[in-house]
């Protein structure tokens, strides 16, 4: 009898068996080709799953059909010639020894959108929520959403299905992504599929394959962490040290209560490293391994906020976030568009933010990407800001006027782009001005300036087209400026369309 494989599907605990490839006679097709999918237009788009070993198989879509022989592993993989995008529902049919119909494909553009909380965030819990949901008859807006799965392995399939954008299902679509889904469509007239794979609290870390994160002397060392405290967990040290726990908070919750104050926070598990979604790849492993190589046409990421912690998790973002784009690029086979939401303000002190959006800054070297910058729409006591609109619809000016070649007000607010010291003057340039750069809402504030001392002095900041000039009769000889360098940040820069400029500095610490 031939030994089963054993995969795991999205939720279902470590060991739980999915299917064996290599004993398994009917065909099988991963989750995501399922009723209601959205096909990318225009795209050698690759349609695989799971077969007997040997078994020849026929895929069916548009016209078209193409074949295939399950290999040793019963894994079988077809490449649908390019297919022109239309609203018209296809029926994509698989046979094997058994047939398989899925039903209501539409064709247009596919987009992958992944990241944290923010990307987490749901349509139902941000503005004007009741006046969306009522407002979201978009048929032929279709969100697919990956379940929670951490695993230590990469995945062949995950759990999840696609819905249709109607007021009843889009409460829990993206908000994020549904924005900018809603605006692609309504420009470009065609069908359009969100891939949306995210988990709140997440670390860049648990997105990118342990494969490119081991060659990174910093990540490796993270991975011997983790795998250290993994090895050293004790399931019954853990219900043991919970239990007590538990009876001294139901002692103080006993006493709050005839007190008439509230319970303190019940403890909880202590939770293995090896179920812990920031474990470094775990995501990766189930929730973006599974999708490769669903034909997408690119990636829009909304994360960073947990690499805040320290300076030097922040610091190392500068790497992260270039490494997980050539990660899934190569993954892909495809040198996807890819662009992110850099951090919107929220109150608090330290550099981490402010370095993270810097890393975020930095990462527009890599060739086809782009980034939202929304410290204008930040909440400062709310991580999780409500405005999603204005974030979906910054990314989708990008996407528009880069990846479609639409004609859009401006694919940016204005970034930084050089600068040089005449005299007391620090002389700020500036891309993607637009008509030119504005002050919004007074005077021009957010800009500070230093001399040698690195001593930071507000400074005096005056707009000349797309410069900026800035001054102060206290520093006689600048070397450096900053513009919004904070966690909150309330400089007020921005380009005739209304879109704002990027934090940055002109000094590199």
Request: charged fraction near 20%.
């Amino acid at each position: 009898m031939k030994k089963r494989s054993c995969q795991i599907l999205a939720g279902v605990a470590l060991g739980a068996p999915f299917f064996a490839p290599g004993v398994q006679a009917d065909v099988k097709l991963p989750a995501i080709f399922s009723d209601h999918m959205v096909l990318q237009q225009g795209a050698t788009a690759p349609v695989w799953g799971w077969a007997e070993p040997g078994e020849d198989v026929s895929v069916t879509v548009a016209g078209q059909t193409q074949t295939a022989k399950a290999n040793a592993d019963g894994k079988w993989e077809v490449k649908l010639s390019r297919i022109a995008s239309t609203a018209e529902p296809q029926t994509l049919t698989v046979k094997g020894k058994n047939a398989l119909t899925v039903h209501d494909i539409l064709v247009g553009e596919v987009w992958l959108a992944s990241g944290q909380s923010n990307m987490e965030f749901p349509v139902s819990r941000g503005l004007n929520a009741d006046q969306e949901k009522a407002a979201a008859n978009f048929p032929q807006i279709r969100m697919f959403t990956v379940a929670g799965n951490p695993q230590r392995t990469s995945q062949v399939d995950c759990r999840g299905t696609w819905k249709i954008c109607t007021p009843e299902n889009v409460g829990t679509f993206s908000a994020v992504a549904y924005f900018f889904g809603r605006d692609l469509h309504q420009k470009l007239g065609v069908p359009v599929g969100l891939v949306h794979s995210s988990v709140g609290g997440t670390d860049i870390a648990a997105w990118t394959s342990e494969e490119v994160q081991m060659k990174i002397p910093e990540l490796k060392a993270e991975f011997e962490s983790w795998a250290q405290r993994a090895a050293s967990y004790d399931p019954s040290a853990a219900k043991a040290e919970l239990d007590a726990k538990l009876a001294a908070w139901q002692q103080a919750a006993d006493k709050a209560k005839q007190a008439g104050k509230p319970a303190p926070t019940k403890p909880r598990a202590t939770r293995s490293p090896n179920s812990d979604p920031n474990y470094p790849a775990s995501l990766y492993n189930g929730m973006i391994a599974p999708l490769i190589p669903y034909a997408v046409h690119g990636v829009i990421w909304y994360q960073g906020e947990h690499n805040t912690a320290t300076d030097e998790s922040a610091l190392l973002y500068r790497k992260q976030l270039p490494l997980l784009i050539e990660d899934w690029r190569a993954r892909w086979g495809s040198q996807l568009p890819f662009a992110w939401v850099q951090l919107p303000g929220l109150e608090k002190t330290g550099d981490g933010r402010p370095l993270v959006r810097e890393a975020m800054l930095q990462t527009l070297k890599v060739p086809k990407t782009g980034m939202a910058v929304t410290i204008d729409v930040g909440e400062k006591n709310n991580n999780h800001p409500l405005n999603k609109q204005e974030v979906g619809h910054r990314l989708a000016l990008w996407a528009l006027g880069t990846v479609y070649d639409q004609k859009v007000p401006a694919t940016s607010g204005p970034l930084p782009a050089g600068f040089d010291v005449h005299g007391g003057e620090v002389i700020l340039k500036f891309s993607h001005a637009g008509g030119g750069l504005v002050a919004q809402g007074g005077e021009l504030r957010g800009f500070v300036i230093a001399g040698a001392d690195k001593k930071w002095i507000k400074a005096n900041a005056r707009i000349e087209g797309d410069r900026v000039i800035v001054s102060h009769p206290d520093v006689k000889e600048p070397v450096a400026a900053r513009y919004s360098w904070a966690w909150n940040p309330d400089g007020n820069l921005f380009n005739s369309v209304g879109l704002p400029a990027s934090p940055f500095r002109t000094d590199d610490q």
